[in-house]
């Protein structure tokens, strides 16, 4: 009896694991064709000879890799040297997003904090406020930014008539408008996360560290900020990995003397002048880039989980 | 001028939030090293009393001091109190070492002085073993003590208990009791501790402030307000009693003579304002009447039912006149000799002292 009683039971759970993975075949479907499939066909890309006028030829070579790090002279006869123009771009880019995600985290946690910290049904507003601009695409938002931006623009004639400067002053084509178009683009991705964290914070902690003698300050950095850490990084990955693949805002702030990763790699698409292979190649550095960045940060976040939850 | 022997000086203070009144000028002293209780049922202001002494709350008017100096414009980190919450609030990223340390290393002790001081602490309440450990490994009952030790590490001058043992199951709830109890006699620190728990509060006390809807009812030693509490809300409150409606008919000296609505009299002390002619009311305990085989004395009534508790039996007996008492007879060989079956006719003996006349 209980030996056919147990056979029963194994073929029961055998029928709910087989009905499990019918059930999950949309989401690898889903997985399949909008992640892996794009993500294997661009690795495939990286790998084959280019055609002038876009497009591939299906021939094995390294030579978009080798395009990437390295320099062979004009005509590709010379010895190897490390060519740093492409590096320089990642690297700048990598400090462009870097900069925008620390801005992003110095103005978004006061903001979420603030936010988190009115009554209940003043909450919903801030946070309806927050997603406002998500209602407008981004590209047409850049392009506003930029109008904003540019010598005879608003920030210009406002800063013009206080009397705070006597010239206009140069904000568009500059590393400074990429930072402020990127801080603008992904603020909402940093203040989100973060808030949902304090909301669920227990505010009764920073009592009971301020009666434990702790001024605000010290409240804030031992206590606050240790238990909304999941929130904070989740913010920071938001903003930085964005940011880093970021085109819109460099293109159409930055001017050509500030390119960034996105614009490389989109010009490689673009035109006659492309260079698939090479896009393709530098899509997949920019990925392997940011996956141990993310692993690094996934690292982080699970330790901080542990320490809020053990 | 405050008397700077008392721990805490509390002068017309005053809470409202807009238009509401949480705490109506309340003004009362805390010695110095004693076990005092804010007792009163949930939102009669205790809390607030608390939580403004603490300075989580601001004043809206009056003065709060601590041992003369006055505090109720400090801000919580500068006020030398300490507070066991309600939920502990233990700071969940810490180790129990550490959290008991943070106050210490807030008032400027070094690390190692801090942590001498934390295991000392931790000793005090017998948690040396779960120093290591993270607040979420420990059971409810050794959370509470943690947090005990927290607020105990910087020597506060008062330490503020916020129901900490509302959370924590009976049997815990009463070890932990007389855990405090001993630590507050070891340490020799003031003890505030609000609750709503009557038998908490008589349990542990040495002196009992009774509040209710914002207002301080009455103070005194835990059996001064249960053998004299001075107004039907503390009568009923604490303990079980019976109330009973009463008019004057004579005042002689300190004895009042009062005639119960079915003609009965009964002498209790006279207070205040007693005069002949005003209605009062009159509160006995169940445990301070017999009951006897009817005797012809006008005291005697009709037996309704008997509830058993355990400990006791309570009786509820009909008087002329539709009154109906609650007496409690001890279950012992003696006591259980004079319970009578329902419906026997029975006679009821008030002991001296027992009615206690109310002031409203």
Redesign the interface.
């Known amino acids: 009896m209980a030996g056919a009683a147990a056979t029963g039971g194994s073929a029961r759970s055998d029928t709910y694991a087989s009905a499990r993975n019918w059930l999950l075949l949309p989401s690898w479907a889903v997985l399949c064709i909008f992640v892996l499939a794009p993500v294997a066909m661009m690795l495939v890309y990286s790998f084959l000879t280019k055609e002038f006028r876009g497009g591939v030829i299906w021939e094995f070579t390294l030579a978009a890799y080798d395009q990437f790090f390295f320099d062979r002279g004009l005509f590709g006869d010379e010895p190897a040297r490390i060519d740093w123009t492409y590096i320089l771009i990642f690297w700048r880019s990598i400090w462009q997003a870097g900069l925008a995600t620390f801005l992003a985290l110095l103005i978004g946690f006061p903001t979420a904090y603030f936010i988190a910290t009115r009554p209940a049904q003043t909450r919903t507003v801030w946070v309806f406020l927050i997603t406002i601009p998500y209602w407008v695409n981004l590209l047409i938002r850049t392009v506003s930014m930029k109008f904003l931006l540019r010598d005879q623009g608003p920030l210009n004639d406002f800063l013009l008539a206080t009397g705070l400067i006597d010239d206009p002053v140069r904000i568009i084509n500059t590393n400074a408008a990429v930072q402020i178009g990127l801080f603008y683009s992904y603020l909402p991705f940093m203040v989100l996360p973060i808030y949902a964290s304090v909301e669920r914070y227990n505010f009764a902690l920073s009592e009971a560290a301020a009666d434990l003698y702790a001024s605000k300050w010290t409240t804030l950095r031992r206590i606050v900020i240790p238990s909304v850490r999941p929130g904070i990084i989740a913010g920071c990955i938001l903003v930085f990995v964005p940011s880093l693949g970021a085109f819109l805002a460099p293109d159409l702030l930055g001017g050509a003397k500030n390119f960034m990763i996105g614009s490389l790699i989109e010009e490689q698409f673009k035109g006659n002048a492309g260079n698939w292979p090479f896009g393709a190649a530098a899509s997949m550095i920019l990925l392997t880039l940011v996956l141990v960045i993310l692993m690094f940060l996934a690292r982080q976040q699970a330790r901080a989980d542990r320490e809020a939850t053990s | 001028m405050p008397d700077t022997r008392n721990a805490i000086d509390v002068r017309n203070a005053v809470k409202r939030y807009g238009s509401f009144t949480a705490l109506q000028s309340i003004t009362l002293s805390i010695r110095d090293n004693e076990f005092f209780t804010l007792l009163g049922p949930s939102g009669c202001g205790k809390t607030t009393l608390l939580r403004m002494i603490?300075?989580?709350e601001d004043v809206t008017e009056g003065e709060i001091f601590l041992f003369g100096e006055e505090i109720e414009n400090l801000?919580?980190?500068?006020r030398p109190?300490?507070?066991v919450?309600q939920?502990y609030?233990?700071?969940?990223?810490m180790t129990i070492e550490e959290n008991v340390m943070?106050?210490l290393e807030?008032?400027g002790s070094s690390r190692d002085a801090a942590r001498k001081k934390a295991g000392e602490m931790l000793e005090l309440v017998q948690l040396t073993p779960f120093s290591a450990r993270?607040p979420?490994?420990l059971s409810g009952g050794q959370q509470q003590r943690v947090a005990l030790a927290?607020?105990l590490a910087?020597q506060p001058k008062v330490l503020l208990l916020d129901e900490p043992l509302s959370a924590l199951d009976l049997k815990l709830r009463q070890a932990m009791r007389s855990e405090l109890k001993s630590i507050q006699r070891e340490t020799g620190i003031t003890f505030t501790f609000v609750t709503h728990d009557q038998e908490e509060a008589l349990t542990m006390s040495d002196r009992i402030a009774v509040m209710s809807a914002g207002r301080l009812q009455q103070l005194g030693e835990a059996r001064d307000i249960y053998e004299r509490p001075v107004n039907r809300f503390v009568a009923d409150f604490i303990g079980e009693t019976n109330l009973l409606d009463a008019r004057i008919e004579a005042v002689d000296a300190s004895v009042a003579t009062c005639r119960l609505g079915s003609g009965l009299t009964l002498e209790c002390d006279a207070i205040g304002n007693a005069r002949p002619g005003a209605d009062v009311h009159i509160s006995i305990r169940p445990e301070r009447m017999t009951l006897a085989a009817a005797n012809g004395d006008p005291w005697q009534g009709t037996v309704k039912e008997n509830i058993f508790v355990g400990t006791d039996v309570q009786t509820v007996v009909q008087l002329q006149g539709g009154i109906a008492l609650t007496v409690r007879t001890q279950n012992s060989a003696a006591g259980v000799a004079t319970i009578f079956d329902p419906g026997t006719e029975v006679a009821i003996t008030v002991e001296a002292g027992a009615a206690r006349m109310l002031e409203d």
């Open positions: 603490a300075g989580f801000p919580p980190h500068q109190v300490n507070t919450f939920n609030a233990l700071f969940p990223h943070f106050g807030m008032r993270k979420s490994q927290r607020a910087p």
